[in-house]
């Protein structure tokens, strides 16, 4: 049974720090692809970003210089470091693991972690 748990959301004032963690079970994490997506009130939900199993990361213009993705294969998580938040970050979080092949595809999802940045 394949598990995606996201934790690491909360409340935080604009300017500050937040850090999602990831955790899947059920597959082999090493060959997935992995990525950051949220959904804010009323609007479609987006990239933020991923990261390959060579470990190739991939922004949002909005991202960009701000967050950090990374992967930790021996512990099967998959980590958003977020800095510099404002208010347009808040969203749920939700963590994605896919992996996609000639004939084969595997695409799994979190139920997603609350991101509040307001003061």
């Known amino acids: 049974q394949v598990q995606v748990v996201e934790s690491g959301g909360g409340l935080v004032q604009p300017g500050g720090s937040l850090r999602l963690s990831c955790e899947a079970s059920?597959?082999?994490?090493?060959?997935?692809?992995l990525g950051w997506y949220r959904q804010a009130p009323g609007k479609q939900r987006e990239l933020v970003a991923t990261?390959?199993?060579?470990?190739?990361?991939n922004y949002a213009d909005s991202a960009k210089g701000r967050f950090t993705i990374s992967r930790d294969n021996a512990r099967n998580s998959v980590y958003l470091q977020m800095n510099s938040l404002k208010p347009e970050d808040t969203a749920v979080y939700y963590c994605n693991a896919v992996l996609a092949g000639s004939g084969y595809a595997y695409d799994y999802w979190g139920q997603g972690t609350q991101v509040t940045v307001s003061s």
């Open positions: 990261i390959t199993s060579r470990g190739s990361t």
């Open positions: 059920g597959i082999t994490f090493s060959m997935f692809q």
